[in-house]
C-alpha cells in the first residue's frame, strides 16, 4: 500500500507562490506517474499536472504557464510549484499515484493511491 501526505499549502493572495510537495511511503518514484489533482467547493475534481515515470508531463490548459510539477525520485518527493496565483485556484489539492506504466493522463480513475488533501485559498 502506498501512501501520499500532501504539504506545503495555505493562504496567499493573488500573484503569490506556494509549493506543494507530497512525500510517498514507498522507497522510490522511478516507476511511478504522479499527478496533482484539485476540487474546488461545489465543483467536480479537476487534474491539474501530471509527470509520468519517463518525465514527461502533462498540464490543465488552466495552469499552463503557472504551475510546474516535478519528482524527487530517490527522496520519493512530488512537487507542484504554483505562481502568479488566482482566485480561481481555489481548492484542495491531492496527489495521487499509479505504478501501472501509462501515458500522462489527468484521468483520476487511473490512479489508485492518493492522498489526503491539503488546502489552497488564494484571496484577490
Known amino acids: 500500500q502506498v501512501q501520499l501526505v500532501e504539504s506545503g499549502g495555505g493562504s496567499v493572495q493573488a500573484g503569490g507562490s506556494l509549493r506543494l510537495s507530497c512525500t510517498a511511503s514507498?522507497?522510490?518514484?522511478?516507476?511511478?506517474?504522479m499527478a496533482w489533482f484539485r476540487q474546488a467547493p461545489g465543483k467536480e475534481r479537476e487534474g491539474v499536472a501530471c509527470?509520468?515515470?519517463?518525465?514527461?508531463?502533462k498540464y490543465a490548459d488552466s495552469v499552463k504557464g503557472r504551475f510546474t510539477i516535478s519528482r524527487d525520485n530517490a527522496k520519493t518527493i512530488l512537487y507542484l510549484q504554483m505562481d502568479s496565483l488566482e482566485p480561481e485556484d481555489t481548492a484542495m489539492y491531492y496527489c495521487?499515484?499509479?505504478?501501472?506504466?501509462?501515458?500522462?493522463?489527468?484521468?483520476?480513475?487511473?490512479?489508485?493511491?492518493w492522498g489526503q488533501g491539503i488546502q489552497v485559498a488564494v484571496s484577490s
Open positions: 495521487a499515484a499509479s505504478d501501472r506504466w501509462m501515458n500522462p493522463s489527468l484521468f483520476g480513475t487511473r490512479y489508485p493511491y
Open positions: 509527470i509520468a515515470a519517463d518525465g514527461r508531463t
Open positions: 514507498i522507497n522510490t518514484l522511478s516507476s511511478f506517474t
